[in-house]
């Protein structure tokens, strides 16, 4: 299962860098902490482009959504975010991580 998720995590790096050879913004998303129950390991990416199209994973559900929607922000202000989301928080339960865990994305553009 390591090397699926391995070939699987190159697989969203070669989709940020073919995108960026198109001459799209884009941004990376990168699962950088964990605490308790979380759906993807760190290390998990998910790149996103300018108009909000992605690719890869940082948790499932409408937390991708909003990773999205900071991502997009990013890409516009170039200025990085640390976004931490989890099941105390009422972000977490709006966005749809309540399986007993915390995750931190941390979503920087990619010149």
């Known amino acids: 299962m390591g090397d699926?998720?391995?070939?699987?995590?190159?697989?969203?790096?070669?989709?940020a860098e073919a995108w960026r050879g198109e001459g799209r913004a884009v941004a990376?998303?990168?699962?950088?902490?964990?605490?308790?129950?979380?759906?993807?390991?760190?290390g998990s990416h998910l790149v996103i482009?300018?108009?909000?199209?992605?690719e890869g994973s940082v948790s499932g559900?409408?937390?991708?959504?909003?990773?999205v929607g900071e991502a997009v922000d990013v890409?516009?202000?170039?200025?990085?975010?640390?976004l931490e989301f989890g099941v105390a928080d009422e972000t977490a339960w709006r966005v749809g991580l309540s399986c007993g865990g915390r995750i931190a994305?941390?979503?920087e553009r990619i010149d």
């Open 4 to 15: 699926a998720l391995d070939l699987s995590e190159k697989d969203v790096l070669g989709i």
């Open 28 to 42: 990376l998303a990168t699962v950088v902490e964990t605490w308790g129950s979380a759906p993807r390991p760190i």
């Open 49 to 54: 482009d300018e108009d909000g199209r992605f």
């Open 61 to 67: 559900g409408c937390v991708e959504g909003a990773v």
């Open 75 to 82: 890409i516009g202000d170039g200025r990085p975010r640390l």
């Open 105 to 107: 994305v941390y979503v």
